[in-house]
């Protein structure tokens, strides 16, 4: 069954606010953070995504390929990833990515009406768990 990873895309174009809570290590270290995202389309399967905190800026451009999403920077790395998706129904994408010996599993689900998205992260490296990322994420335009 194909999917139109598009269209999913084009539903979180705008500007976004996101509350995120990690666990990072054995000890499960808690860190908060809020950080503001947004994300344009530029052509056919191609998107920006831009961020700002108050601990840094970035921004990623993706191209979208059958069932990959081909980013030029990484969440966590400068360079170029790869992620699989999985579309698990029309709100929902599982991205997972391999890179710098750790496994992620990234999932993005869309809610009300698109306006606000639940979004969770787990890192593996060898086996063992790195990091957890749990998201609120609000539209703002």
Request: include cysteine.
């Amino acid at each position: 069954m194909a999917h139109d990873y598009d269209k999913w895309f084009e539903r979180c174009v705008g500007s976004w606010e996101s509350h995120r809570r990690y666990l990072y290590g054995s000890n499960l270290a808690i860190d908060n953070l809020v950080t503001s995202f947004s994300i344009k389309k530029s052509d056919t399967n191609k998107f920006n995504l831009s961020w700002s905190s108050d601990r840094n800026t970035g921004e990623m451009n993706f191209n979208l390929v059958d069932d990959e999403c081909r980013r030029d920077i990484g969440y966590y790395t400068s360079e170029p990833t790869t992620s699989k998706m999985t579309m698990i129904d029309d709100d929902t994408i599982v991205f997972t990515t391999s890179y710098g010996g750790i496994d992620y599993r990234e999932e993005i689900r869309l809610l009300h009406g698109d306006d606000m998205r639940l979004r969770q992260t787990v890192g593996f490296k060898n086996g063992v768990l790195n990091v957890v990322g749990q998201y609120f994420e609000q539209r703002l335009t």
